[in-house]
């Protein structure tokens, strides 16, 4: 079982930037697909990107395509996700997901086994 730790969030101005990171425990992180979600109050968790075992696929949310990046450090047992130009509607608890059994990177939160606790992000405008 892999555990995982999300760190990196905080207060940000709109149009300002964050990298979040996700800490995994374990020497077998390379196995795992990762992804990203986020969870606003009163609404369900949202899909935010996903990338491969191997970095060389990634998916994101429309909401977020061309802000956010996703990528993963396999030595370090860490994934990021940079997040620029952030508006208030971004702001949620972000979440890291893993799941060792999925080939492919996947959008849906029931995929994935493993989860950190999230760390909150929170922009003003």
């Known amino acids: 079982?892999?555990?995982?730790?999300?760190?990196?969030?905080?207060?940000?101005?709109?149009?300002?930037?964050l990298r979040l990171s996700c800490a995994a425990s374990g020497r077998t992180f390379s196995e795992?697909?990762?992804?990203?979600?986020?969870q606003a109050p009163g609404k369900a968790r949202e899909f935010v990107a996903t990338i491969?075992?191997?970095?060389?696929?990634?998916?994101?949310?429309?909401?977020?395509?061309?802000?956010?990046?996703?990528?993963?450090?396999?030595?370090k047992n860490t994934v990021y996700l940079q997040m620029n130009s952030l508006k208030p509607e971004d702001t949620a608890n972000y979440y890291?997901?893993?799941?060792?059994?999925?080939?492919?990177?996947?959008n849906w939160y029931t995929d994935y086994d493993y989860w950190g606790q999230g760390t909150q992000v929170t922009v003003s405008s």
């Open 32 to 38: 795992y697909v990762v992804g990203w979600f986020r």
């Open 96 to 106: 890291c997901g893993a799941d060792r059994v999925l080939v492919y990177p996947s």
């Open 1 to 17: 079982q892999v555990q995982l730790v999300e760190s990196g969030g905080g207060l940000v101005q709109a149009g300002g930037s």
């Open 52 to 75: 491969s075992k191997n970095d060389d696929s990634t998916h994101y949310a429309d909401s977020v395509k061309g802000r956010f990046t996703i990528s993963r450090d396999n030595a």
